[in-house]
């Protein structure tokens, strides 16, 4: 029997974000609450600190795909966030043995100002290609994304589905060791969804491994080997597709 492979390792990972500070400050609210002593005093008292992920443990071994489920607010992304190395955790740490190609923020790295052509090379050497990886692939991008009638119009003309085509084409372009998706395959018009769900599973048949968050549990079961399910930042199961009729039981409950 074949050794399994550990790719990724999520030790104790627990996340804080400081509310008070993540919420929006104004000079002019400063001031009000300068002169509203009980409202500061209340201030000092308030913890605001938010754990969006307690203790979260586990592993993905090589070549397989993993779902992830829970309610909005869960802690999924953050999740995702964490371990693509977006994120430090406040607490605990993830070891990850393999190049990642995260897809969470599809067009995050893009420039509006400039046009598609631009976009693909400037987002390609964002996600470590080459000029010459991309001169390769241009074509094939293009092709993928069916945006060859708008390569030289300015990306802040374009609506969020061509912007998420042309930003799924260019991250595709190679085959990762660890592939991380965030609800992009719910992206674009019917015809492109299922384009980029064969792409996906090409890569998946291609022995890439996958974490997968989508709201889709039809989509999770119909991807996923093992499913991960998480409230509040805790997770609550570790399994196979049985998770999924397990949270929707929970959610019918709510």
Partial sequence: MKKKEIMIKVNNVSMRFNLGIEKGFSLKQGFIDWFNKEKRKK????????????????????????GFIGSNG???????????????????????Y???????????????????RENIYLN???????????????DEIVEFSELKDFLDVPVQN???GMVARLAFSIATIVDPEILIVDEILSVGDIAFQAKSEAKMMQMIGGGTTVL??????????K????????????????????????????????
């Fill in 158 to 160: 374009f609506s969020s």
């Fill in 124 to 138: 390609g050497a964002v996600m470590g290609y080459s000029k010459e990886l991309i001169d390769s692939k241009f």
């Fill in 43 to 66: 201030n000092k008292i308030k913890n605001n600190n938010f754990w969006a992920l307690k203790d979260v443990n586990f592993e993905i071994n090589r070549g397989e795909v993993v």
């Fill in 98 to 116: 393999g190049n990642i190609c995260p897809m969470i923020e599809l067009g995050a790295g893009f420039d509006t100002q400039l046009t598609a």
């Fill in 223 to 254: 991807m996923c080997n093992r499913v991960v399910w998480i409230e509040h930042g805790v997770v609550q199961k570790i399994g196979g597709k049985e998770v999924c009729d397990e949270y929707r039981d929970f959610m019918r409950k709510k």
């Fill in 212 to 221: 997968f968050v989508s709201h889709s549990i039809e989509q999770i079961k």
């Fill in 74 to 96: 869960a802690g999924k992304s953050t999740l995702l966030k964490v371990v693509a190395g977006v994120m430090k955790p406040t607490k605990g740490n993830v070891d990850v």
